[in-house]
């Protein structure tokens, strides 16, 4: 089977850095994404981990270590709207051509002035 | 590019109904894929289609069906509805191919249905 584990909430203030860190075990895997979800929204494509090391995507960093099933979204310069919750997901590639995700709980992270 | 579009937004059904969920890809792309969120399960991966065809396929019962169509929009179907159905339905697009393991998935809005 496949889960990934991720921290329920976290609070930070505006401007601040916040990591949420994702550990994942599964089968084929193929690299680790990650979404931001507001309240009643769809999931918003962030960033996308296929190899090790870290890929910056303006006030977003996204870190995959392979070897230890571990990566972390990095936001920085926080403001208010980034009050959302944030997933991670696993890209698998399946038997039958293709991928899917498999996400995690999700994080909270709740912003404050 | 427009995005993901899903129809409708919300339905509200009572036990033992079916119901239809329609949802138009970004132009171009030939994969679409379906999830259900719910606050107790998550996300959970419940099919995808590609060319037509039900490529890949999660761990939900038969009553949960889908199809796509020559254009690449997709349909879902739920027949014999029950109160646990009630969820957020999500349907997410991606260029696809023949590989496609590191395409990247964008969603639509979702339809919220409430199974009463």
């Known amino acids: 089977g496949q889960s990934l584990e991720q921290p329920s909430e976290v609070t930070a203030v505006e401007g601040a850095i916040v990591q949420i860190n994702c550990t994942y075990q599964?089968?084929?895997?193929?690299?680790l994404s990650w979404y931001q979800q507001h309240d009643g929204g769809a999931p918003t494509f962030l960033s996308y981990?296929?190899?090790?090391g870290l890929e910056e995507t303006g006030r977003f960093s996204s870190f995959l270590s392979r070897s230890d099933s571990y990566g972390y979204l990095l936001l920085q310069e926080l403001q208010m709207k980034d009050s959302a919750s944030y997933f991670c997901?696993?890209?698998?590639?399946?038997?039958?051509?293709?991928?899917?995700?498999?996400f995690g709980t999700g994080t909270q992270l709740k912003v404050e002035l | 590019k427009a995005g993901v579009t899903q129809t409708p937004r919300y339905l509200i059904k009572t036990r033992g109904q079916q119901v239809t969920l329609s949802c138009s890809p970004i132009s171009g792309h030939r994969s679409v894929s379906w999830y259900q969120q719910t606050p107790g399960q998550g996300l959970q991966f419940l099919f995808e289609y590609f060319s037509e065809t039900q490529r890949n396929k999660g761990n939900f019962p038969g009553r949960f069906s889908g199809r796509q169509f020559s254009n690449s929009r997709s349909e879902m179907n739920v027949s014999t509805l029950e109160l646990g159905d009630s969820a957020l339905y999500l349907c997410?697009?991606?260029?696809?191919?023949?590989?496609?393991?590191?395409?990247?998935?964008?969603f639509g809005p979702g339809t919220r249905l409430t199974v009463l």
């Open positions: 997410a697009s991606s260029p696809g191919g023949t590989s496609g393991a590191t395409d990247t998935q964008y």
């Open positions: 997901a696993v890209n698998s590639k399946l038997t039958g051509g293709g991928n899917k995700l498999t």
């Open positions: 599964t089968s084929g895997f193929y690299g």
């Open positions: 981990n296929g190899l090790d």
